[in-house]
């Protein structure tokens, strides 16, 4: 099992720029597919982002192209969101998530097994 903090989230306007942080510890960075989901109350846990063991191979979700990137580097242990371009509909509580499979989507949460505690972002208009 690996713990996960997130950190960088806040208050921004639309079109500013947020860098989310998530820090892991406990386990083997790199062996684990990495993802950024987010959630907003009585919603399902939407997919923002996930990236392989090596981070070579990327999926962003739809409504995100071209504003986020998602990075990690296995050498600290610490996976990144980088958002631009944010808009009001991108307010949620932002979650990283680690998972051990071996195969899969990587687009759903109940492919994933350690999660962070979340952080919030909002986004103003």
């Known amino acids: 099992q690996v713990q996960l903090v997130e950190s960088g989230g806040g208050l921004v306007q639309a079109r500013d720029s947020l860098t989310l942080s998530c820090a892991a510890s406990g386990g083997a960075f790199s062996s684990y597919v990495m993802g950024w989901f987010r959630q907003n109350p009585n919603a399902d846990r939407e997919f923002v982002a996930h990236i392989m063991r090596a981070g070579f191979i990327t999926l962003i979700g739809e409504s995100m192209k071209g504003r986020f990137t998602i990075s990690r580097d296995n050498a600290k242990n610490t996976l990144t969101l980088q958002m631009n371009n944010l808009k009001p509909e991108d307010t949620a509580v932002y979650y990283c998530?680690?998972?051990?499979?071996?195969?899969?989507?990587?687009?759903?949460?109940?492919?994933?097994?350690?999660w962070g505690q979340g952080t919030q972002v909002t986004v103003s208009k």
């Open positions: 998530a680690a998972s051990r499979r071996r195969s899969g989507s990587f687009m759903f949460a109940n492919e994933f097994d350690d």
